[in-house]
């Protein structure tokens, strides 16, 4: 399976009829993988706490007074962009750094690095220029944003060696990955505010959780090669775990949405999210690795749901 994997210049955890496979050159593939574009769930997890944030932020800002709704619009599609380049920026980084791990991994020993299909300094060139877009993205924000953004770097820095020193290494990539959940906020009014910051503690919870059960896949091949997660740290009773995370989770998302004054389609929004990370803990078989990939791409629509009720809690203040 390994094998045919990299003789048709798959990688054995990414869907086969993603677009990447239908309209890029065969070519094109190894650096698409890189970048993980063929895996859409790490840049949509990304960028859902910066979208949150800035319908947050505009929602708070439109009882103070007039909205520009044409510069909110304009983050949103800051947020997108930068997070499909910093998202494959950052995978990039953590194949160079992890290219021994991967392969001894069963799951990831097809990916571009470890398969030979992409030599390290192409990789390293490839992860420059996807930063550069992402610094493109950054600058055309105010200054407190572009700060922050930098700041970000260090978390994403620590996080590929994160797994070689603590039980932990998903509370490092929710350090990383929830970083948006205060940009949005500081995009819109050059500055912060309790509600962002609570909404940051909301998303770092909520990436230890759905990462734990994405780490399930890899527990036994962690264990071998002495690599340290979650997964291995909660073994066989990641439920009580999870409940606490999730739980701190929906708590925070709450009290931000209090902090902000939001309305009640965002805490309809919220209750129906609440009962998508329940069913995520209810169902859960560490022991199929399949079903825990499933449950953690769920996570997806958990982040578009809390958009969406935002968004339309932002459309009613507008009318």
């Given amino acids: 399976?390994?094998?045919?994997?990299?003789?048709?210049?798959?990688?054995?955890?990414?869907?086969?009829?993603?677009?990447?496979?239908?309209a890029l050159p065969r070519g094109v593939w190894p650096y698409a993988q890189l970048a993980r574009w063929d895996r859409p769930i790490g840049w949509q997890l990304l960028m859902w706490p910066c979208f949150w944030s800035a319908t947050l932020a505009a929602i708070a800002a439109a009882e103070q007074g007039p909205l520009s709704t044409?510069?909110?619009?304009?983050?949103?599609?800051?947020?997108?962009?930068?997070?499909?380049a910093m998202r494959g920026a950052g995978c990039t980084y953590n194949d160079i750094i992890d290219h021994k791990i991967d392969e001894a991994v069963a799951r990831t020993r097809s990916r571009p690095l470890p398969s030979?299909?992409?030599?390290?300094?192409?990789?390293?060139?490839?992860?420059?220029?996807?930063?550069?877009?992402?610094?493109?993205?950054?600058?055309?924000?105010?200054?407190?944003?572009?700060?922050?953004?930098?700041?970000?770097?260090?978390?994403?820095?620590i996080y590929p060696f994160a797994k070689r020193f603590t039980d932990w290494p998903q509370f490092f990539l929710g350090l990383a990955f929830s970083w948006g959940a205060i940009m949005g906020w500081a995009a819109e009014f050059g500055s912060l505010a309790a509600a962002p910051l609570v909404l940051y503690l909301a998303a770092i919870a909520w990436t230890v959780g759905y990462d734990t059960i994405y780490a399930y896949q890899d527990r036994e091949d962690d264990a071998l090669v002495g690599v340290r997660s979650t997964a291995r740290r909660f073994g066989e009773t990641p439920r009580p775990w999870l409940l606490a995370?999730?739980?701190?989770?929906?708590?925070?998302?709450?009290?931000?949405?209090?902090?902000?004054?939001?309305?009640?389609?965002?805490?309809?929004?919220?209750?129906?999210?609440?009962?998508?990370?329940?069913?995520?803990?209810?169902?859960?078989?560490?022991?199929?690795?399949?079903?825990?990939?499933?449950?953690?791409?769920?996570?997806?629509?958990?982040?578009?749901?809390?958009?969406?009720?935002?968004?339309?809690?932002?459309?009613?203040?507008?009318?």
């Avoid at 094998?3 to 239908?22: C, E, H, K, L």
């Avoid at 044409?70 to 599609?77: E, I, K, T, W």
């Avoid at 931000?256 to 009962?275: N, Y």
């Avoid at 990939?293 to 749901?305: E, H, K, P, Q, Y």
């Fill in 245 to 319: 995370l999730y739980g701190v989770t929906v708590a925070l998302v709450a009290l931000a949405f209090l902090l902000a004054g939001v309305g009640l389609l965002s805490f309809l929004a919220l209750l129906m999210a609440t009962l998508l990370l329940g069913w995520q803990i209810l169902v859960l078989d560490i022991h199929d690795q399949a079903q825990c990939l499933a449950l953690f791409r769920m996570n997806g629509t958990v982040g578009l749901i809390l958009f969406l009720g935002l968004l339309a809690d932002l459309a009613l203040r507008l009318i």
């Fill in 116 to 157: 030979g299909r992409v030599s390290r300094r192409a990789a390293k060139l490839f992860m420059v220029g996807q930063a550069l877009i992402g610094l493109v993205v950054l600058l055309q924000f105010n200054s407190v944003a572009i700060l922050l953004g930098i700041a970000s770097l260090a978390f994403v820095a």
């Fill in 1 to 22: 399976m390994e094998t045919s994997n990299i003789d048709t210049g798959r990688v054995a955890d990414a869907p086969s009829r993603n677009w990447v496979y239908r």
């Fill in 70 to 84: 044409g510069r909110f619009f304009a983050h949103l599609l800051l947020f997108f962009i930068g997070s499909v």
